[in-house]
């Protein structure tokens, strides 16, 4: 069994048709969705146990306070792995990543462990940002590129799938990013630890309702995130060199 994980915070407007649409795709029919939410006062969670599928194939994990991305990410890979699931996909729940490039982003991890759905490399795209957002989109891809030379065009995409290695890596090594910077640790921590990343192209589509929860503590966090992931770099490097020259030594 696989499964889906959807964060949520005030996504009652969506998450209904998010569901409907997950759970009628045909090649999606060993797939299970946790949504996680973080008590949003719009009553999302009621809309998730009221669903027909709540408790066969819709789950639901309620957390006490909007505590960001980052720990509800973390809740809901544990909990997929306390429970069996084998691969897991992530989400978000204002339909901006495409349900139907589910089952293609799955397929992706014949070759990979981790597989991310991307809008930085041909074929894929946003429709809908304002230039604001896509100026800060990728100013922010270009500057994890640079800091932490990693191999991913799309270092914050939220669309992924996971096979149970990858989630055993991430599990060991430990996340401890907040907000939407948990996208960068994740993929910075699967370059660290030599698994196999692919990106497939995918049209991300600007929310049609409700609001966006990114925010300027959201981006500083990424800003500070990414440069204390590259000075912990340097030193693993430094201490690994030291430790090889002094058995070097006495050998
Ligand atoms: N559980 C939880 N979900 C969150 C939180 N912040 C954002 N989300 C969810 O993360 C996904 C992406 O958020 P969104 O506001 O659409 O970000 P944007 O697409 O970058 O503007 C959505 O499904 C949100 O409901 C949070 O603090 N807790
Ligand atoms: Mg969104």
New binding site residues.
Partial sequence: MNLIV??????ALTIRSLLDHLLEVAALADFHVLV???A?PDG?ASHVAAHPSYRSRVHLLN?PN????G??YRAGFAWAREQGFEVVVQ????G?HPVDAVPRLVAALDDADLAIGSRYVPHGCTVGWPWH?RLISRAGNAYVRLVLALPVHDCTA?FRAYRPRALAVLAEEGTHAG??SFQIETTWQAARQGLRMVEVPITFV??QV?????STAIAVEALWRVLAWRIQEARTRHLRTQSRRQQDRVA
Avoid: H, I, N, W
């Fill in positions: 959807v964060p949520t915070y005030q996504e996680v939410d973080d949003s999302t957390r909007k505590a960001g991305l720990p509800a989400m978000d729940a204002d901006s957002r939220g907000g939407y600007e929310r409700g609001s966006s929860k990114m």
